[in-house]
């Protein structure tokens, strides 16, 4: 028996036969796969790019953070210092002053390291540092320093005389003073102080001293000095149950004082008497009864004063 096989002609072209599902699907799909990873490695570069980026933004703001310059102060002597700035980018502009006051600049010329010497004032005084790079990044630096002087000379009434009174952080050599243009007086200290007691002439003088340490630093001070004597003054007891102040000086008394056991009295003598009147006075008052303690105080024209106490029983 013959049989028959029916097969679609569509499907049979050139004696073969085509699988139409698997030709429309192949081509597709590679196709697919392509865009898929061509997507995913855009992306990739994408995300590399902005790490990068990101990282170099950060190594940047790193680099901005530590570049400021930096500021050495160091103590070399008693009375000096030493300033040195440095960075690691050209110093565009490094200077210095004392208590706010006038500017002091320290060649920079672009370099990354500058420094110099600076003289200590004596006193107490702020120093100010500022440095400035060529990104305009700068940094301040502030201190305040206390130097004593190396030399003081102090001249102060001693009676009717002057003391000088010389002392030094160093040993004093010697010391010499002189009145007006005379000749000068020699005085050895050996010390770090020394006193020294002169008498005042009379009148309107200068006084120059002059004091020499161990290292030869020098000091001078020269005063003007009004050469009086203090008034005299004295209490004696009268015969009549009263006492006498007496009081005399060739400027003129200008004003009395005294006390009777503590009761105080004042007599203003240039409001009442002329300057020849005053320049030899005398003044009675009454005693009390039983013990009396007196002090009296006579003040000449230059408020120069002298003081006398006694007791006096009536």
């Known amino acids: 028996m013959n049989q028959i096989l029916s097969v679609d002609n569509s499907s049979i072209k050139n004696g073969k036969v085509k699988n139409q599902k698997t030709r429309n699907r192949g081509p597709a799909n590679i196709h697919s796969i392509l865009k898929f990873f061509a997507i995913s490695i855009l992306i990739f570069g994408v995300f590399i790019i902005g790490s990068g980026s990101y990282s170099m933004y950060k190594d940047a703001t790193k680099e901005v953070e530590k570049t400021k310059p930096v500021i050495y102060v160091e103590n070399t002597q008693e009375e000096q210092i030493l300033l ?22 320290i060649p920079c010329n672009n370099k990354q390291e500058v420094e110099t010497t600076i003289e200590l004032p004596t006193g107490v005084n702020t120093l100010t540092v500022k440095a400035i790079d060529v990104n305009g990044e700068e940094i301040e630096y502030t201190q305040v320093y206390t ?16 003391k000088i009174i010389a002392n030094g952080r160093n040993k004093l050599q010697y010391m010499t003073y002189r009145w007006d243009e005379n000749e000068e007086t020699k005085v050895d200290i050996e010390a770090n102080q020394g006193e020294q007691i002169i008498e005042i002439p009379k009148g309107l003088h200068k006084l120059t001293v002059i004091v020499v340490d161990e290292n030869n630093k020098t000091e001078t001070k020269e005063q003007e ?17 009263k006492f ?4 005399s000086d060739e400027q003129g008394i ?3 004082e005294f006390k009777i056991n503590e009761k105080k009295y ?4 240039d409001q009442v008497l002329e300057l020849e009147e005053r320049k030899e006075f005398e003044y009675s008052y009454e005693l009390n009864d039983g013990e009396n303690k007196i002090e009296v105080i006579a003040y000449n ?6 003081t006398f106490t006694t007791q006096i029983n009536k």
């Open 84 to 105: 040195k700035v440095t960075h690691d980018k050209s110093l565009a502009k490094v200077i210095y002053n004392w208590n706010s006051e006038t500017d002091i600049p």
């Open 147 to 162: 130097i004593e002087e190396p030399i003081n000379i102090n001249i102060e009434p001693d009676g009717n005389n002057l």
């Open 225 to 241: 000095v009004n050469g009086v004597t203090k008034p005299k003054v004295e209490v004696i007891e009268a015969e009549d149950g």
């Open 244 to 247: 006498t102040i007496k009081a």
């Open 254 to 256: 200008k004003k009395v």
């Open 266 to 269: 004042t007599l203003n003598l």
């Open 301 to 306: 024209e230059s408020n120069v004063e002298q």
